[in-house]
């Protein structure tokens, strides 16, 4: 019940495509939904982040869409660029306790 | 959005030793994290860390292997004990502020 999964494992996309990840969970108690961005060698980087109250939240390239009755929520990236390749995890957050996905390894080609 | 640093930043131990982590946030916080990533794999939580109180281990992480110490509102540090192979990983640590956590840039731990 404390488990987030996420799909795909990994993922090529030819430069300015959309790359699209997924995630879900199951326990109703998360309230807050961040995505992190990891580059190799670097700690995670807070990407972009939703609560259950909204459907859908946009800053720049970068989009949540939020299922809150299926439980699931995906990432967005729009006009993909080769600097976005990196490993990007999704999290749930219940009681101040993040729980993560498994992650998927981004390659955006030239 | 919270600045965290780490020391070391990476470091090669020889088994049976210990290795102290120590994370430094550029804020006063309440709550502190550390986490543990297997190369390639996700984050675990280890434990959270509260100031003025005991950390709080998660399933699978005991005290006496990695003692917390959390002796001020910017400051935590993470001991790994008795160390072994299976210890070989990287160390992150977080803060949480305004309801989101901020991660250091780990510290990558080799023991042989």
């Known amino acids: 019940q404390q488990q987030v999964k996420q799909s795909p494992q990994s993922l090529i996309v030819q430069k300015g495509g959309i790359s699209i990840i997924n995630c879900a969970y199951e326990?109703?108690?998360?309230?807050?939904f961040p995505w992190y961005q990891q580059f190799p060698g670097k700690g995670p980087a807070l990407l972009i982040a939703?609560?259950?109250?909204?459907s859908e939240k946009k800053e720049g390239r970068f989009t949540i869409s939020f299922n809150k009755s299926a439980k699931q929520f995906s990432l967005h990236i729009m006009d993909s660029q080769p600097g976005d390749s990196a490993t990007y995890f999704c999290?749930?957050?219940?009681?101040?306790?993040?729980?993560f996905g498994t992650g998927t390894r981004l390659l955006v080609s030239p | 959005s919270a600045v965290i640093s780490q020391k070391p930043s990476r470091d090669i131990c020889q088994r049976g030793t210990s290795l102290t982590i120590q994370c430094q946030v550029d804020?006063?916080?309440?709550?502190m994290f550390w986490y543990r990533q297997q190369p390639g794999q996700s984050l675990t939580l280890i434990a959270t860390a509260n100031q003025g109180s005991e950390a709080t281990y998660e399933s699978g992480f005991v005290i006496d292997k990695f003692p917390i110490s959390r002796p001020n509102l910017t400051f935590s540090t993470l001991t790994v004990s008795n160390m072994s192979p299976e210890d070989s990983s990287i160390y992150l640590c977080s803060s949480l502020g305004g309801g989101t956590q901020y991660f250091g840039p780990g510290t990558r731990l080799t023991v042989l």
């Open positions: 326990n109703t108690a998360f309230d807050y």
């Open positions: 939703i609560r259950p109250d909204v």
């Open positions: 804020s006063q916080v309440t709550m």
């Open positions: 999290a749930a957050q219940g009681f101040q306790k993040l729980v």
